[in-house]
């Protein structure tokens, strides 16, 4: 069986490569899922808050605001996600910080390509806009322009998949059937990140609600040149870099123009303006997200909480 490993483990294991062990053994942390490992009779319980107000398997616990004082702190992974849940709850706000997610840098692309074939890559989950995407390769009239799809729910480990991949087979056997699509299916992020710099854009017409966006800003590091809607933390999260479709409900609609998106971005991709604004874009990522930086912000945080010195 297959373990999880979305971004919320991908991010667990950063905090407990970077920050001392001694320090995370002081408190408990809870991912997303509050009570999902009963609380600590004497340790400070923290609620590390990645997932969206919307879920299901939140919504109750938080509307009861007798639980907002079984935790101690709650950190949030954007200031979007954050106010959400302020408003939407009610949460204490002097309990609540946001610590943003982190990468390790990124093999770089080249951003002189000779070679006029245009690569694109959409690995999020399939529910966040795959249907979308592949409406915009039907779209799309360059022929230098290749879209490589990784999408699966495999991601979320095997019972998640079991329960859940078959709803979108239809959505990958269109994927295998469109002659500028490559369906590959599941890989794990060691391997995505190892091969994003092959890429030269990451594509991601997202229709969900984003608490983070963390493969936006690894193909950020990486220096594809990156493609979303402005949906949730979205632009929060990637800044002035992402060029920004604005979402639409009609998909029909949001593939158009996320193709004009597309097209025009990939016949300018080796203008100096282009490379000049991925050069910045490289910079502020690999400065502004290093796990180093984040790994500064939760050991201050975690011994001011546990009284450390």
């Known amino acids: 069986m297959q373990a999880p490993r979305g971004g919320t483990e991908l991010q667990f ?50 509307l009861d605001k007798k639980n907002h004082k079984k935790y101690d ?3 949030f992974n954007s200031h979007w996600n954050y106010e959400q849940f302020r408003r939407e709850f009610g949460i204490p706000t002097d309990k609540c910080l946001v610590i943003k997610n982190g990468i390790d840098r990124i093999k770089p692309r080249e951003l002189q390509k000779k070679d006029k074939k245009v690569r694109l890559i959409f690995h999020p989950t399939p529910w966040r806009g795959l249907n979308v995407m592949l409406a915009v390769m039907q779209l799309i009239k360059n022929p230098n322009i290749e879209l490589d799809v990784y999408s699966s729910c495999d991601v979320y480990g095997t019972a998640f998949k079991q329960m859940n991949d078959h709803h979108y087979t239809e959505l990958y056997n269109q994927a295998k059937q469109l002659p500028n699509v490559n369906y590959i ?9 190892e091969n994003l710099h092959k890429y030269d854009m990451f594509v991601y017409p997202c229709i969900w609600e984003e608490t ?38 009609n998909p029909l609609n949001l593939a158009a123009n996320f193709a004009y998106a597309v097209e025009h971005a990939a016949v300018n991709l080796n203008g100096e303006g282009i490379q000049k604004h991925l050069s910045m874009q490289m910079k502020y990522i690999n400065q502004y997200y290093n796990w180093k930086k984040i790994a500064y912000s939760w050991t201050n945080f975690l011994k001011g909480v546990t009284g450390a010195k």
């Open 13 to 62: 294991e950063y905090l407990e490569r970077y920050v001392d062990k001694d320090l995370l053994d002081k408190v408990q942390i809870t991912t997303s899922v509050p009570e999902k490992i009963p609380l600590h009779p004497t340790k400070p319980n923290i609620l590390w808050q990645k997932n969206s107000h919307d879920q299901p398997n939140l919504r109750p616990w938080f």
């Open 73 to 75: 702190w709650y950190i």
């Open 185 to 193: 299916g599941y890989k794990p992020n060691e391997y995505i990140k």
């Open 212 to 249: 983070f966006c963390i493969s936006a800003i690894e193909a950020m590091s990486a220096g594809l040149y990156t493609i979303t809607t402005d949906l949730g933390a979205l632009y929060e999260t990637c800044a002035e870099f992402s060029t920004y479709v604005p979402y639409q409900e």
